[in-house]
């Protein structure tokens, strides 16, 4: 079995695709949540995600200074990649922070440095093109964004635009292999 066959049945086997009525980060709604956390907080299955995204990123010949990922879900998977890589660490929060320092992100970005950026789960990509900004302004270059899943709701148009876009699965990809779709598990 290859790493993203492994990765897929981590998700079933840890319930990690869940059916039911869910609210996104997007706003929108979902009949599915797919919960990259459980993966991410098991330690075989976050290993299995960072040699998957090293793995992706050296096929599609994505060279990078340092792993970055925004706060909260992706703190564990760029980590993880950091450890995998032995790149610096770099974490983006979702506002400046109110005290000490008052910066956005935690780790040092210098300008000029080419950036993997990696995120749990992408719908629309707001979330991560947001903390693409916030690197950017550093003076960063984003070299790709690699994302555990892609929920194919156009995420993947609206990154693609601007980066290289390494989903490691796709929901579609998901559903197949387990033959199962959102709507007949309702």
């Given at each position: 079995m290859?790493?993203?066959d492994e990765l897929i049945?981590?998700?079933f086997s840890e319930g990690a695709v869940l059916f039911g009525r869910f609210v996104l980060t997007s706003g929108r709604e979902s009949d599915?949540?797919?919960n990259v956390k459980k993966l991410s907080t098991n330690p075989r299955a976050l290993r299995l995600i960072a040699r998957l995204m090293a793995e992706e990123a050296g096929k599609a010949g994505v060279e990078f200074d340092r792993v970055a990922g925004p706060e909260l879900g992706a703190v564990p998977i760029a980590t993880a990649l950091a450890l995998e890589t032995g790149k610096p660490l770099v974490i983006v929060r979702k506002k400046p922070k109110g005290h000490g320092t008052g910066s956005q992100i935690e780790g040092e970005v210098k300008p000029g440095e080419r950036i993997l950026l990696v995120e749990d789960v992408t719908t629309t990509g707001g979330s991560v093109l947001r903390a693409a900004e916030v690197l950017e302004k550093l003076g960063a270059k984003i070299t790709a964004i690699s994302v555990v899943v892609d929920r194919e709701e156009g995420a993947k148009?609206?990154?693609g635009e601007r980066y290289t876009f390494l989903p490691l699965v796709t929901v579609s990809e998901l559903f197949e292999r387990r033959d199962v779709s959102p709507v007949e598990e309702r």
């Amino acid at each position: 079995m290859n790493l993203k066959d492994e990765l897929i049945e981590a998700f079933f086997s840890e319930g990690a695709v869940l059916f039911g009525r869910f609210v996104l980060t997007s706003g929108r709604e979902s009949d599915y949540y797919i919960n990259v956390k459980k993966l991410s907080t098991n330690p075989r299955a976050l290993r299995l995600i960072a040699r998957l995204m090293a793995e992706e990123a050296g096929k599609a010949g994505v060279e990078f200074d340092r792993v970055a990922g925004p706060e909260l879900g992706a703190v564990p998977i760029a980590t993880a990649l950091a450890l995998e890589t032995g790149k610096p660490l770099v974490i983006v929060r979702k506002k400046p922070k109110g005290h000490g320092t008052g910066s956005q992100i935690e780790g040092e970005v210098k300008p000029g440095e080419r950036i993997l950026l990696v995120e749990d789960v992408t719908t629309t990509g707001g979330s991560v093109l947001r903390a693409a900004e916030v690197l950017e302004k550093l003076g960063a270059k984003i070299t790709a964004i690699s994302v555990v899943v892609d929920r194919e709701e156009g995420a993947k148009d609206r990154i693609g635009e601007r980066y290289t876009f390494l989903p490691l699965v796709t929901v579609s990809e998901l559903f197949e292999r387990r033959d199962v779709s959102p709507v007949e598990e309702r």
